[in-house]
Nanobody, 123 residues
């Protein structure tokens, strides 16, 4: 399973971005998909995830109410809609996928990873 994350960029605080995680093949629609992020000098952290059938989604407390995860299985794509962005949201964002039918918050759970997309929020 290959994942392709895209949609990152530079945005001012308070702005919005939508990230996409796309894959080919039918397997993707059977996988739980999660977003992680990693800021310079920090560990990779859970942002949020959505199960194979759209269940959940589950979010980290720091983004709850500002970020929304959704999926379009016919398009083999999961989206991360990010609103009211803050400078502390600056990081490389990764999508990850796993065959488990629950949304784990540990990066070690996930077998498949996208290449990451940079999000920079200026103050």
């Amino acid at each position: 399973v290959q994942l392709q994350a895209s949609g990152g960029g530079l945005v001012q605080a308070g702005g919005s971005l939508r990230l996409s995680c796309a894959s080919s093949g039918d397997t993707f629609r059977t996988l739980t998909v999660t977003w992680f992020r990693q800021a310079p000098g920090k560990e990779r952290e859970f942002v949020g995830g959505i199960s194979w059938n759209g269940g959940g989604p589950s979010y980290a407390g720091s983004v709850k109410g500002r970020f929304t995860i959704s999926r379009d299985n016919p398009k083999n794509t999961v989206y991360l809609e990010m609103n009211t962005l803050r400078p502390e949201d600056t990081a490389v964002y990764y999508c990850a996928a796993d065959r488990a039918h629950w949304i784990g918050i540990l990066a070690s759970q996930y077998d498949y990873w996208g290449q990451g997309t940079q999000v920079t929020v200026s103050s």
